[in-house]
């Protein structure tokens, strides 16, 4: 509610919009940024830290409790969705050299923060922001579709080269980040099989109450973890929302928005609804949720005005059209 009612006193500029959006990346990422150095300044490196802490994790800024590393991701996933917005004009802000700038500099902060906890899930939200973002922001074209067959192509090749050089494999593995992908296929991960068992546990527990036995402490998964907590009702209400989420933002790219103000909502949704498939957002991440409330409702605030602004523009050309008619 918050959110729409900000969207609606928003202005033809979208200034407000732009300021909260810009506002809610750029702190998530400087707090990842400042607890990511916490921890190096007080360890001296990320892999004494590891052994110091058993375990990855990060110190948080504000006091010296520790941050789990796929926890640590909720942080850094806002500054991972940059990439695609980096190539994107910025001429509609009014600060937009600026702006474009710090937009960089949060993907590359994000990106080291990856690479350093080895957080495989970082890298699969930058391939998906990309797709989502190109996709649905701009229309289809030749060129794009061009672009993206020798991306394709340039994939293909650089994991040619990983399979059959194994002086670059030898190199690539010296990483902890590229150790964990080779260590783990990503279809083996334990999190699918969870899903699995909290799935079967919702018409077995219907009720909720963590009667069901998973794999994991958790379902790693926001909608299977509040059927496994609270039961079958309480997800269903959550799979409404969901929807009307993503309905509000299927009718948002179809809308004459600014293309910019589109490629961060859609990344936004992207970095949030990604995460809420991987991780326990209600063991923890409260705020998380609260923010994807928020853009939920700053979006569905955005189409009301464009909706107002379509409904004048009718308005004024059928009164301009009767005037000239009667003239």
């Not at 900000?6 to 990842?32: E, H, Q």
């Not at 990855?56 to 991972?80: E, K």
């Amino acid at each position: 509610m918050l959110g729409e009612l900000v969207a609606r006193k928003d202005g033809l500029d979208k200034k407000i919009a732009y300021n909260i959006i810009f506002g809610i990346i750029f702190s998530f990422v400087l707090f990842s940024f400042l607890s990511l150095m916490k921890t190096i300044n007080m360890y001296g490196d990320m892999d004494v830290a590891v052994k110091a802490l058993n375990g990855r994790y990060v110190l948080n800024i504000w006091n010296d409790s520790l941050i789990s590393a796929t926890g640590f991701n909720t942080y850094l996933s806002f500054g991972l969705i940059m990439l695609p917005i980096c190539f994107m004009s910025f001429k509609e802000l009014r600060y937009g050299k600026i702006m474009k700038v710090l937009c960089i500099f949060a993907f590359m902060v994000s990106l080291y923060g990856v690479i350093t906890l080895a957080n495989r899930t970082g890298f699969v939200l930058i391939l998906v922001s990309l797709i989502s973002v190109s996709l649905l922001v701009g229309k289809v074209t030749y060129f794009k579709i061009i672009k993206w067959f020798f991306g394709i192509l340039f994939v293909g090749l650089l994991n040619f080269l990983y399979e059959n050089n194994m002086s670059i494999k030898y190199f690539l593995l010296q990483y902890p980040l590229f150790s964990r992908f080779n260590e783990m296929n990503m279809g083996s991960d334990p999190r699918f099989e969870t899903w699995k068992e909290a799935l079967r546990g919702l018409f077995i527990n219907p009720t909720g109450g963590r009667k069901t036995s998973l794999s994991l402490n958790y379902a790693h998964n926001m909608w299977l973890d509040v059927g496994y907590d609270v039961g079958i009702l309480s997800f269903c209400l959550l799979c409404l929302v969901t929807f009307l989420a993503l309905l509000t933002l299927r009718n948002f790219v179809k809308s004459s928005q600014p293309v910019l103000l589109k490629a961060l909502i859609v990344g936004l949704y992207t970095a949030m609804f990604l995460t809420f498939m991987v991780e326990p957002i209600f063991q923890g991440w409260f705020t998380y949720f609260t923010i994807f409330c928020f853009v939920f409702g700053l979006t569905h605030g955005l189409n009301f005005n464009s909706r107002v602004s379509r409904g004048n523009n009718i308005h004024k050309n059928s009164d301009s059209n009767y005037k000239m008619t009667a003239s």
